[in-house]
Nanobody
Framework: QVQLVESGGGLVQPGGSLRLSCAAS????????MGWYRQAPGKQRELVAT???????DYADSVKGRFTISRGNAKNSVYLQMNGLKPEDTAVYYC???????????WGQGTQVTVSF
């Protein structure tokens, strides 16, 4: 049974920073792409950032220059450094991992990020 486990969410004031972490547990060959998605109340889930095993990254326009995605030394782990947080970044953030050919993918359970005074 493969699980993606996120951590690092919480409450932060506007302009603050948070670092999200995600690690896979269980037996899996590996993820070609890992990423972070988010879903705000009443909105669809949207891509935040992705990174491939060759470190190619992609970001949503709304987070470019503020968020940085990286992969850990441990296999199948990914991080999201979030700086300059805004109230509109408030959402549940989900970790995602997928194979190169899309034959398997997994989602984490989500971690809440709230940006507010």
């Amino acid at each position: 049974q493969v699980q993606l486990v996120e951590s690092g969410g919480g409450l932060v004031q506007p302009g603050g920073s948070l670092r999200l972490s995600c690690a896979a547990s269980g037996s899996i060959f590996g993820f070609y792409t890992m990423g972070w998605y988010r879903q705000a109340p009443g909105k669809q889930r949207e891509l935040v950032a992705t990174i491939t095993s060759s470190s190619r990254t992609d970001y949503a326009d709304s987070v470019k220059g503020r968020f940085t995605i990286s992969r850990g030394n441990a296999k199948n782990s990914v991080y999201l450094q979030m700086n300059g947080l805004k109230p509109e970044d408030t959402a549940v953030y989900y970790c995602h991992g997928s194979s190169a050919y899309g034959d398997y993918e997994y989602w984490g359970q989500g971690t809440q990020v709230t940006v507010s005074f």
